[in-house]
């Protein structure tokens, strides 16, 4: 099993930056990619950022690109998300995800973000 731990949320005005981080620890082994997601109320979860494990190519949501930015640290099994120009509609609770395939998943239990003034 692989334990993620996110931190990092808070309200934050719009226009301002919030940095997410996710600590891993457990059998964290054959990872092929991190990503976040987010849930807004009401709505479904969705992929935000993601990245490859071994090569650190990266792929986002088309309403976060320029604005978020994912990176990880692989020797402290670290993910972090790097959030700029926050907008209303980005509050939402959002997770950490680490993949080890297609079935297997791990998940953390979110951190939330609010963006309101």
């Known amino acids: 099993q692989v334990q993620l731990v996110e931190s990092g949320g808070g309200l934050v005005q719009p226009g301002g930056s919030l940095r997410l981080s996710c600590a891993a620890s457990?059998?964290?082994?054959?990872?092929?990619?991190m990503g976040w997601y987010r849930q807004a109320p009401g709505k479904q979860r969705e992929l935000v950022a993601r990245?490859?494990?071994?090569?650190?190519?990266?792929n986002y949501a088309d309403s976060v690109k320029g604005r978020f930015t994912i990176s990880r640290d692989n020797a402290k099994n670290m993910v972090y998300l790097e959030m700029n120009s926050l907008k209303p509609e980005d509050t939402a609770v959002y997770y950490c995800?680490?993949?080890?395939?297609?079935?297997?998943?791990?998940w953390g239990k979110g951190t939330l973000v609010t963006v309101s003034a």
């Open positions: 457990g059998s964290i082994f054959s990872i092929n990619g």
């Open positions: 995800n680490f993949r080890r395939s297609s079935a297997v998943n791990f």
């Open positions: 990245i490859v494990s071994s090569s650190g190519d990266t």
